[in-house]
C-alpha cells in the first residue's frame, strides 16, 4: 500500500504506462482502420515527417477520379491483399498469441500528390482532424521540415475537408493543379535551389510532382 502524497514505485510507473499506451494503441486500431477512399489523413513513410494527405484503397479508384499517375508508380506500388500476421505488443513487441489483419493502401501527398504505398496502422496512417494539433505543430517546430511546402499541403487538405463528404471527385482533381500564384511561388523556389538553371518553365515545375520521391 502506497501511502497518500507518495510517489508510485519506478515499476508501478513503467507498467503503468505501458498498459497505457498498449490501451491507446488498441483503441487507434480500431477506430483508424477503418478508412474509406478519399479520406484525409495523416501519413507517414520513413525518413519524412508525417504529412497531409489522401488515402485510396486500390489504383481502379485513382484512375475513375481522373488523377493522372505514372505507369511505373502504378506497376512499383502494388497494393498486396489483406493477410493475417502476428500480433505484436505495442509497447514490448512480443507477440501477443494473437493475430490481426495487415492492410494497406495508396496515399497520394498534398501538394505535390506522389503516391506512396502504406500500411494502414496507427503508425502510418491517422485521422487527419484527430491528429491535427500533434502532427501540425511537430512538423513546424522542427527545423528540417520544408515548412512552405507543409503549409501547402495543410491549405489542400483542408480545403477538401470543407467540401464535406461528398465532395466530387474532380474536386480532388481541381486541386491538383496550382494557381497561377503557386506557380510563381514554386519557380521562384526553383530558382533559388538551382539558379544555374534559369530557363526552367512553370509547367516543367509543376510537371515534377510526378517524380516518385515516396513523399
Not at 503508425?123 to 517546430?141: C, I, K, L, R, W
Not at 465532395?167 to 491538383?176: F, P, R, S
Request: hydrophobic content about 40%; charged content about 30%.
Amino acid at each position: 500500500m502506497v501511502a497518500r502524497g507518495a510517489k508510485k514505485p519506478t515499476g508501478a510507473r513503467d507498467a503503468a504506462a505501458q498498459e497505457a499506451m498498449r490501451a491507446r494503441h488498441e483503441a487507434l486500431a480500431l477506430v483508424e482502420e477503418h478508412f474509406r477512399d478519399f479520406d484525409v489523413v495523416w501519413a507517414k513513410v520513413h525518413g519524412f515527417p508525417w504529412w497531409p494527405g489522401v488515402l485510396f484503397h486500390s489504383w481502379d479508384v485513382v484512375r475513375r477520379a481522373g488523377i493522372r499517375t505514372d505507369p511505373k508508380i502504378v506497376a512499383s506500388l502494388v497494393v498486396p491483399p489483406p493477410e493475417k500476421v502476428p500480433e505484436l505488443d505495442a509497447a514490448t513487441g512480443v507477440e501477443t498469441g494473437r493475430v490481426r489483419v495487415r492492410r494497406h493502401c495508396l496515399v497520394m501527398f498534398l501538394d505535390k500528390f506522389n503516391f506512396s504505398l502504406v500500411e494502414i496502422d496507427p503508425s502510418n496512417v491517422a485521422s487527419f482532424t484527430a491528429h491535427y494539433q500533434v502532427y501540425e505543430h511537430a512538423v513546424m517546430g522542427s527545423k528540417k521540415s520544408k515548412k512552405t511546402e507543409f503549409r501547402r499541403a495543410l491549405v489542400k487538405a483542408t480545403q477538401l475537408l470543407h467540401m464535406g463528404n461528398g465532395y466530387a471527385e474532380e474536386d480532388l482533381v481541381m486541386l491538383e493543379e496550382p494557381s497561377p500564384a503557386e506557380k510563381k511561388q514554386r519557380m521562384e523556389e526553383v530558382g533559388l535551389g538551382e539558379q544555374e538553371d534559369e530557363d526552367a518553365s512553370l509547367d516543367d515545375a509543376w510537371d515534377d510532382r510526378e517524380m516518385a520521391d515516396d513523399a
